[in-house]
């Protein structure tokens, strides 16, 4: 499947909807085609809480972390309208094409869509010290 400009208003179009009507996480059709396995990947992150917005303080700027589902629980610092630092939006979404967006971003939009953040107090200097590992 290619990634297209269609496909993403297809699916922004969807995400209102939940976040609108708060149905939780009972997916429209459309969702498990634009997506696929990803979606329900992304369904046990966000079940796990594993989608945190983690905040400076006192500047209020924020970062989302969302953690990875495999062993080694990696957390990968997510910017979900363009941006993740994992493998799969490197390969899948930016070098191939392939896909919309990664499993994290996924898991970002349904967390957001369904009120299923978890929000994280952290300094601006902590802040400033996760932006310097990417
Ligand atoms: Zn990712």
């Known amino acids: 499947m290619a990634a297209s400009s269609a496909s993403t208003a297809v699916a922004d179009s969807i995400w209102r909807e939940i976040k609108s009507s708060r149905s939780g996480l009972i997916f429209p059709l459309p969702l498990h085609l634009l997506f696929g396995k990803n979606l329900e990947r992304a369904t046990i992150i966000v079940d796990e809480g594993g989608v945190q917005k983690h905040t400076g303080n006192p500047s209020g700027r924020f970062i989302f972390k969302v953690v990875g589902n495999s062993k080694k629980k990696t957390k990968y610092i997510c910017f979900p309208e363009h941006f993740c630092t994992c493998y799969s939006f490197f390969h ?38 996760i932006l310097s590992e990417i």
């Open 92 to 129: 899948d979404v930016v070098s191939k094409g392939e896909q919309l967006c990664c499993k994290h971003q996924i898991a970002f939009k349904l967390a957001e869509a369904a009120g299923m953040c978890k929000e994280v107090s952290i300094t601006d200097e902590k802040l400033a010290e």
